[in-house]
């Protein structure tokens, strides 16, 4: 593994151990030749995904991508790190089990639009809202217009 400060191409793994949902590997690693310690993550891949985006472009899937633009719609919002990664690697567990190797980028937006309606309502509005492309307010009040409301929790 490439250090990612110096470039030297012989760094050390100092310690590894699965991630908390056994998901991946984490390994610590440390650069012998400029003394830096960084982190890896391993995972499994089934297999080589290209998305096709709507104009027809290729591009290969990006995990780090789909999790960035997740983080982006729940900013400030009351989810966990832990819940989001878990989305994240049913997502990805569910492209690559679906025995497709080209996902079209629509199907890849209708899944996320899935599991942030259930996650969170705000983060749903707000992923919606550049996945369809809103340009005016009234693109807001319809779409959330056709939300269903969430049931209110009685606190104790």
């Not at 650069?31 to 027809?56: I, M, Y």
């Not at 989001?84 to 937006?109: A, F, H």
């Not at 992923?127 to 693109?139: G, I, M, P, Q």
Request: overall charge positive.
């Amino acid at each position: 593994m490439r250090c990612p400060f110096c470039g030297n191409d012989d760094t050390q793994v100092k310690d590894s151990r699965p991630t908390e949902d056994n998901a991946a590997i984490r390994r610590r690693r440390f650069c012998p030749a400029c003394n830096a310690r960084f982190t890896t993550f391993e995972r499994v891949q089934l297999r080589e995904l290209t998305v096709v985006k709507s104009a027809g472009a290729r591009e290969p899937f990006d995990r780090d991508k789909l999790l960035r633009s997740m983080r982006i719609a729940l900013r400030k919002r009351p989810v966990d790190a832990d819940r989001i990664d878990r989305v994240i690697n049913s997502l990805v567990r569910q492209l690559e089990s679906s025995g497709e190797n080209e996902i079209p980028s629509k199907t890849i937006g209708e899944m996320v639009m899935n599991h942030l309606a259930a996650l969170d309502q705000v983060a749903y509005v707000r992923y919606a809202s550049v996945y369809k492309d809103f340009r005016e307010a009234s693109d807001f009040n319809e779409f959330v217009g056709n939300l269903r409301p969430e049931p209110l929790s009685l606190g104790n």
